[in-house]
């Protein structure tokens, strides 16, 4: 994936749309905060999920993170290799390491993400710390 | 949690923001967590060595003629023991005979170190006001003053010792020696530390601690030594089994309880929280343990221990284990607990097998024999 075309959270998840089907995975910049990176639950294929909603969690030895959608939908697809070797997501969290495909509700809309631009400056500011 | 610019800073807290630290606040310090990977940085000293500022430790020292018999009255274990250039682990307990710190006390020619923890220093000094008494002697705190720096890995001493004008390889652990770093510093240096592995802490002066510091990294860079922050510290002693106070230990909690009865000495005379111990130490009510999970979620403080499906005890401590490359945590359960009960963890809602395991998790191989 291109970060570049990709949309983000504030709570730095990102979305490739395609159609109806929803790429999600986790920012590079938020994999470079988390460091460490242990174990990663993911949501089984079917469940629905809820934007701004956990449907998942990742541990790094210092701390355990919320994954939260993004969007509205219904997952049709779990990257295993990613459940099953949380390094991909360290190595490549753009490509390799996506998380989960979904199918966008009906009327789901991409309202409150950012643009890479837009999601740039965010953690410009939040960076600082 | 305070603001930044509130918190304390140790002489080398803009080193650390120059060279990639990442500072948060620890008991009221501005201190590095890591500068890269807690996890690379645990590596560098279980295989090489690692640097750590721990000048956010209290430093107080003791002077005058009755000082021995005042810390003997304050803390557990016997100073009667503790011979010149010797350092004891021991502990300040209050009235109900828990723990309010644990303490190392440095026996110098003519005076006391003691070493408490930077989230106790206050509660230390009360400790000893407490037990002052008749005893003639003073007591300064030279934290401020003073900085502190930890050399620990297997490589620790053959990128010290070119670096300091005594020598060091005789000084056995937990003992200590004093003269001068890089020609002009002084500085008393014991072999010490709190990761399982053999090392070095020096006391310095505060305005030499940047020198002290950078010559430890460019003496040690051949070695593969780097600075690492409180998380591999974490990380290292939670291997070694080592408690930390305000999770194993607590003033809620008694030593007997928490594995450490051999640094109380019940048959000296009188000292703070005694009467409660003598009793306490006949009825432990709980013990601490150690859990290996068998998955590799985390069970983190605070997560439910079940023994035998019934919620009896609390983790303390837990984290990911880069050596063993397991979740390992202590926690507390009823004493008596039969070691071949079956234990489970609440790890965020779901019960997680763990195996309890005899501490330390990790232990170094010696070189040679040390007393």
């Known amino acids: 994936m291109d970060p570049r075309s990709l949309h983000y959270s504030p709570t730095h998840e990102w979305v490739s749309l395609d159609g109806e089907i929803a790429t999600i995975g986790v920012s590079q910049f938020a994999v470079e905060q988390l460091t460490d990176l242990i174990t990663i639950e993911l949501p089984r294929v079917g469940a629905r999920v809820t934007a701004g909603k956990s449907f998942g969690e990742v541990e790094s030895v210092k701390a355990v993170s919320d994954l939260y959608a993004p969007i509205d939908g219904e997952v049709v697809e779990v990257n295993t290799a990613v459940a099953n070797d949380v390094s991909l997501l360290a190595a490549d969290p753009f490509g390799k390491g996506w998380l989960v495909k979904l199918k966008v509700a009906p009327g789901a809309a991409m309202a409150g993400l950012l643009d890479h631009a837009a999601y740039e400056k965010k953690i410009a500011e939040d960076g600082g710390h | 949690m305070a603001s930044e610019s509130s918190l304390l800073r140790t002489p080398l807290h803009d080193w650390h923001q120059a060279h990639g630290g990442r500072l948060v606040e620890f008991a009221g310090w501005s201190m590095p967590v890591q500068y890269t990977s807690i996890v690379e940085e645990h590596r560098a000293v279980r295989q090489r060595a690692g640097l750590f500022d721990v000048s956010h430790m209290g430093r107080l020292t003791f002077d005058g003629p009755s000082v021995a018999e005042w810390i003997d009255h304050a803390a557990t274990n016997s100073v009667a023991s503790l011979t010149e250039l010797k350092i004891q682990y021991s502990l300040l307990c209050n009235e109900r005979g828990g723990v309010v710190d644990d303490i190392l006390v440095y026996r110098q020619p003519f005076a006391f170190l003691v070493v408490c923890n930077a989230s106790n220093r206050a509660a230390a000094l009360e400790r000893f006001e407490a037990a002052r008494g008749r005893y003639e002697g003073n007591l300064v705190d030279r934290t401020r003053e003073t900085a502190m720096i930890a050399i620990q890995g297997p490589r620790a001493l053959e990128i010290l010792a070119p670096l300091f004008d005594q020598p060091l390889d005789g000084v056995p652990y937990y003992h200590l020696t004093m003269g001068r770093l890089l020609g002009r510093v002084n500085a008393v240096i014991s072999r010490t530390g709190y990761t399982g592995e053999d ?116 983790v303390t401590s837990g984290t990911f284990s880069p050596t063993l490359e397991q979740a390992l945590a202590m926690a507390y359960v009823p004493a008596g607990t039969p070691a071949e009960a079956a234990i489970e963890v609440d790890v965020r809602g779901r019960r997680e097998p763990a195996k309890r395991v005899k501490l330390p998790f990790y232990k170094r191989t010696r070189k040679s024999a040390r007393p």
């Open chain 2, 199 to 314: 090392g070095f802490e020096a006391i310095i002066g505060a305005h030499s601690a940047v020198d002290v510091w950078q010559a430890r990294l460019e003496q040690g860079t051949p070695h593969g030594v780097i600075p690492c922050g409180l998380g591999a510290r974490d990380t290292l002693r939670l291997e070694a089994g080592m408690p930390l106070h305000g999770h194993e230990i607590s003033p809620e909690i008694d030593p007997f309880e928490a594995g450490l009865g051999w640094a109380v000495k019940l048959d000296k005379p009188d000292f703070l929280g005694k009467a409660a111990l003598v009793d306490r130490g006949r009825n432990p009510g709980r013990t601490r343990i150690g859990l290996v999970l068998e998955g590799k979620r985390i069970a983190r403080e605070g997560a439910a221990v079940f023994v035998n499906g019934n919620q009896a005890g609390v």
